[in-house]
């Protein structure tokens, strides 16, 4: 009892071994060619068959889930970088994680403080380049790390940095040198989910407006269209395949905190939901979900020939969009 027999392990290295190659939520690998570049086509649709069973005993080893978290701790940017003054912030979550971020105060008089909200990937640094600009316009800017990320402590599971995020806007909350009631969030990719999830669960005052940017609608849906992509990328399409692979997410990956189950419930200020419709990694139809589902007040704006996070940084999008942001947010602090 207790010693895992010497072919189970072997089995367990294997699985975990074919997973990688089969699916990345946010940067898992895709499917290797020549293991599946069979010129039968019942091998290629046993191999594809066997690596998605594979998949599903992973279930019991918790791995779908921590792949919609690619943190890391490698500097990429700083406030330094665009002249701009910033306070490092230290602030604690529920249980007692230390989470790290920047509080940038607005350049001149201050319209309002926007929380940001960062993606999967690397770390606040990462994501500097998406929100530098908005000083300028007139906004003081929190931006954070979740648990594991950057400079925070801890390693990243859902619940626990659902809670980092209630932390987060409460901290912002208690601050004594900014308006407390002209708070807006702009959210990207997994950080629209993570909004979303705490805005609606939480009675937080003060929030005028919320922006989010490539979130998609749920968890399972997401780990489901990657799948579906990766396979039908390098093998081709593979009769029935959404229904060999619905199996797979719905047990291998939790939906708790999705946004598409809670984003009714958010408070009766102004949404903006923003997406490229060619979005490679977030698909268009998660977008159009939420927004199906979200109340009033709520617009819509779909951008035509951009990937994923393309639009505040694209030399061909940036200027435009961001100033139809910072009127988003300005015109919503005046309404409510």
């Given at each position: 009892?207790?010693?895992?027999?010497?072919?189970?392990?072997?089995?367990?290295?294997?699985?975990?071994?074919?997973?990688?190659?089969?699916?990345?939520?946010?940067?898992?690998?895709?499917?290797?060619?020549?293991?599946?570049?069979?010129?039968?086509?019942?091998?290629?649709?046993?191999?594809?068959?066997?690596?998605?069973?594979?998949?599903?005993?992973?279930?019991?080893?918790?791995?779908?889930?921590?792949?919609?978290?690619?943190?890391n701790h490698i500097i990429y940017e700083a406030p330094d970088n665009y002249n701009l003054q910033y306070e490092e912030v230290l602030f604690s979550s529920k249980d007692g994680t230390k989470l790290y971020g920047?509080?940038?105060?607005?350049?001149?008089?201050?319209?309002?403080?926007?929380?940001?909200?960062?993606?999967?990937?690397?770390?606040?640094?990462?994501?500097?380049?998406?929100?530098?600009?908005?000083?300028?316009?007139?906004?003081?800017?929190?931006?954070?790390?979740?648990?594991?990320?950057?400079?925070?402590?801890?390693?990243?599971?859902?619940?626990?940095?659902?809670?980092?995020?209630?932390?987060?806007?409460?901290?912002?909350?208690?601050?004594?040198d900014i308006d407390n009631g002209k708070i807006f969030v702009f959210a990207q990719s997994l950080g629209g989910a993570n909004a979303v999830a705490t805005i609606a669960n939480n009675d937080f005052p003060g929030?005028?407006?919320?922006?989010?940017?490539?979130?998609?609608?749920?968890?399972?849906?997401?780990?489901?269209?990657?799948?579906?992509?990766?396979?039908?990328?390098?093998?081709?399409?593979?009769?029935?395949?959404?229904?060999?692979?619905?199996?797979?997410?719905?047990?291998?990956?939790?939906?708790?905190?999705?946004?598409?189950?809670?984003?009714?419930?958010?408070?009766?200020?102004?949404?903006?939901?923003?997406?490229?419709?060619?979005?490679?990694?977030?698909?268009?139809?998660?977008?159009?979900?939420?927004?199906?589902?979200?109340?009033?007040?709520?617009?819509?704006?779909?951008?035509?020939?951009?990937?994923?996070?393309?639009?505040?940084?694209?030399?061909?999008?940036?200027?435009?969009?961001?100033?139809?942001?910072?009127?988003?947010?300005?015109?919503?602090?005046?309404?409510?």
């Amino acid at each position: 009892m207790g010693i895992v027999p010497e072919l189970t392990k072997r089995h367990i290295s294997l699985i975990r071994h074919d997973l990688e190659l089969i699916i990345r939520p946010y940067g898992m690998k895709f499917v290797d060619r020549r293991y599946l570049s069979q010129r039968n086509p019942l091998n290629r649709l046993r191999n594809v068959l066997s690596i998605l069973s594979a998949t599903v005993l992973l279930l019991f080893f918790g791995c779908l889930d921590q792949k919609f978290y690619q943190a890391n701790h490698i500097i990429y940017e700083a406030p330094d970088n665009y002249n701009l003054q910033y306070e490092e912030v230290l602030f604690s979550s529920k249980d007692g994680t230390k989470l790290y971020g920047w509080f940038i105060p607005a350049i001149g008089d201050a319209i309002g403080t926007i929380i940001y909200f960062h993606g999967n990937y690397g770390n606040l640094t990462y994501y500097l380049k998406q929100i530098y600009w908005l000083p300028s316009h007139g906004f003081n800017l929190f931006t954070f790390d979740y648990r594991g990320y950057g400079r925070s402590g801890g390693i990243p599971d859902r619940v626990g940095i659902y809670e980092d995020c209630v932390a987060a806007i409460e901290y912002i909350i208690s601050r004594h040198d900014i308006d407390n009631g002209k708070i807006f969030v702009f959210a990207q990719s997994l950080g629209g989910a993570n909004a979303v999830a705490t805005i609606a669960n939480n009675d937080f005052p003060g929030i005028r407006a919320i922006a989010l940017e490539g979130t998609f609608c749920s968890y399972r849906t997401e780990a489901r269209d990657v799948m579906i992509s990766s396979v039908r990328k390098n093998i081709g399409q593979i009769p029935c395949l959404s229904m060999q692979i619905w199996p797979v997410s719905f047990f291998a990956v939790s939906d708790c905190y999705s946004p598409e189950e809670v984003i009714d419930q958010l408070p009766p200020v102004p949404l903006l939901l923003i997406h490229c419709a060619s979005d490679s990694i977030v698909p268009y139809h998660h977008c159009e979900r939420l927004y199906k589902q979200a109340k009033e007040p709520k617009q819509m704006w779909t951008i035509k020939e951009c990937n994923h996070l393309d639009v505040f940084t694209h030399k061909q999008y940036d200027h435009k969009y961001r100033q139809k942001l910072v009127d988003f947010f300005k015109n919503s602090g005046k309404e409510y």
